[in-house]
């Protein structure tokens, strides 16, 4: 799936890191712009701990969803698979102390009706959401529910060959959005080839 982004993938500006995407997304919107961030599946807060770091506006907010339990089922990746509850922090959220940052605890599922209240009352032009959520089901399901805000985003994918290619082609067609891709990071190597990348898009409806 992920082969028809290949040719934007070559064209675009590609890092040597996942932290080369976040730095240009950054300079991109402007570290002083007011955004709101939302991360789909936190881990140890790794990310968001970053893009909050860098970004200078004080009224910008961070939304982080998690169940912090782990994967709720398998995960079968190009790498292997990964058993129900693989990423498991013991059910503890990341203690961070930017009060900007804002952590909702559950499957997304069950607690879009909190986090999109917060979306849809957000007067700022900015969004911008972080997929790490692994699986199909709970990526499309973020990005369909980001699609009812009517906004344009840019979309910032964790690991993009597989189950985030699979559903981010489906919800363009299926919610009528476009997307351009603006550049990527290498996120895994092997023997000196890059077999993972993470992208950051421009996404659009049409």
């Not at 597989?162 to 997307?179: H, Q, V």
Request: hydrophobic fraction near 35%; proline fraction near 3%; charge should be negative.
């Amino acid at each position: 799936m992920h082969h028809e982004y290949s040719l934007s993938i070559s064209q675009a500006p590609q890092f040597k890191d996942i932290e080369g995407t976040w730095d240009f997304a950054l300079n991109l919107i402007g570290k002083d712009e007011l955004i709101t961030y939302i991360e789909f599946g936190v881990f140890t807060g790794r990310s968001i701990k970053y893009i909050s770091s860098k970004t200078l506006n004080k009224e910008s907010i961070f939304l982080g969803l998690d169940t912090f339990i782990g994967l709720p089922e398998d995960w079968d990746t190009q790498g292997g698979n990964l058993p129900k509850g693989y990423f498991d922090v013991g059910g503890k959220i990341p203690h961070i102390k930017d009060t900007r940052i804002t952590f909702i605890k559950g499957m997304f599922q069950k607690t879009s009706s909190e986090w999109m209240e917060i979306l849809l009352n957000r007067k700022d032009k900015i969004l911008l959401v972080h997929f790490d959520a692994d699986l199909y089901s709970s990526t499309l399901f973020g990005l369909s529910q980001i699609a009812n805000t009517g906004k344009p985003f840019y979309c910032i994918f964790d690991e993009f060959y597989g189950d985030e290619c699979r559903a981010f082609s489906d919800f363009k067609s299926s919610f009528c959005y476009e997307s351009k891709l603006l550049c990527s990071g290498a996120r895994c190597y092997e023997n000196g080839a890059v077999t993972q990348r993470n992208i950051l898009a421009l996404v659009t409806p049409i």
